[in-house]
């Protein structure tokens, strides 16, 4: 019985031996950021994002989908160096839109053609606050005009609306005792005179000096 069971040892043994060798492996050719989506929606993905940094020059995203950007952002400006009909046909394949890909060639390309590397840049920001995800803005580093973030609207408080109110009910009032000033006095009405009492006489009556 042991001699039968003595292959089945040796090929469990080889398996624990090659499952060890494969966990010891260094982590090569990984360096895809999945972000937690599948292939087709983290391109679709990272494309909208490199068309939105082409369109408004610098974008606010997390600092995963930053640093997973930036690469596809820096070939498409290497494509755009390139200026050829490949490598334009190449760039529309990716972004999808033909508007931002002129406008990568005619200008962001020609804007850093004296750089070898190096367009875009990472800048960190604070926690965002609904679940504390790391915020970046990334953008282009030969950009000329960067985009701006729009000042939040103050709240308007409460207790200014009532000054506004009494503000507005001044000059009312004023008209109205104006007014009232310029209209003339109501005379004051006499008392009625109360009715006499008449006194009654007697008819058909002799009086006793008669």
Not at 91 to 107: E, G, P, S, T
Not at 166 to 191: G, I, Y
Request: with cysteine; charged share 35%.
């Amino acid at each position: 019985m042991a001699l039968r069971q003595w292959p089945h040892l040796l090929l469990a043994n080889s398996k624990r031996l090659c499952e060890d060798r494969v966990s010891s492996r260094m982590r090569h050719q990984k360096k895809t950021i999945k972000l937690g989506r599948t292939a087709d929606h983290r391109r679709a993905l990272l494309a909208n994002q490199v068309c939105a940094l082409i369109q408004h020059q610098r974008i606010k995203t997390t600092l995963a989908k930053a640093k997973a950007v930036r690469p596809l952002a820096e070939r498409m400006v290497t494509l755009g160096k390139n200026g050829s009909i490949h490598a334009r046909r190449r760039a529309l394949a990716v972004l999808r839109q033909k508007n931002i890909v002129k406008k990568l060639f005619d200008d962001i390309a020609q804007r850093s053609a004296e750089r070898n590397g190096g367009y875009t840049r990472i800048v960190k920001l604070g926690a965002r606050k609904s679940d504390s995800a790391r915020m970046a803005f990334i953008e282009w580093v030969d950009a000329e005009h960067v985009a701006e973030e729009k000042p939040k609207k103050e709240k308007k408080t409460k207790h200014k609306e009532p000054e506004a109110k009494l503000q507005q009910a001044e000059p009312e009032q004023a008209a109205q005792e104006e007014t009232k000033a310029e209209a003339p006095a109501p005379r004051q009405e006499e008392p009625a005179e109360e009715p006499k009492t008449k006194k009654r006489r007697w008819f058909g009556r002799k009086s006793d000096e008669g």
